[in-house]
């Protein structure tokens, strides 16, 4: 199983940055897909999930309206796709894979995002 994380990087506050994870090693139509942040000295969070159909979408508060996670089944990635950043942002962000039966439950590396002017 591989999970790779790219796109991150130092961007201005009111920026736009787009996150891509490229999965294999598993079925990817099967999972729910998450992206997951982790600011330095902070418990990590759950930004976005996607279903594995593509069709439902969540969102964690402090993002909704900026941020857009979508799926390509065919080529097995998700991408998060993050508007008008802000300094809050900033924290490395981790693309997730998870089901329920049987469990499974796969983390990429990880890739920094830093918001700063």
């Known amino acids: 199983v591989q999970i790779v994380e790219s796109g991150g990087g130092l961007v201005q506050p009111g920026g736009s940055l787009r996150l891509s994870c490229a999965a294999s090693?598993?079925?990817?139509?099967?999972?729910?897909m998450s992206w997951y942040r982790q600011a330095s000295g902070k418990e990590r969070e759950l930004v976005a999930t996607?279903?594995?159909?593509?069709?439902?979408?969540q969102y964690t508060d402090s993002v909704k309206g900026r941020f857009t996670i979508s799926r390509d089944n065919a080529k097995n990635t998700v991408a998060l796709q993050m508007n008008n950043l802000k300094p809050g942002d900033t924290a490395v962000y981790y693309c997730?894979?998870?089901?329920?039966?049987?469990?499974?439950?796969?983390w990429g590396q990880g890739t920094q995002v830093t918001v700063s002017s």
């Open positions: 996607i279903g594995s159909a593509g069709t439902s979408t």
């Open positions: 090693g598993f079925t990817f139509s099967w999972y729910i």
């Open positions: 997730n894979a998870a089901r329920r039966v049987p469990p499974a439950n796969y």
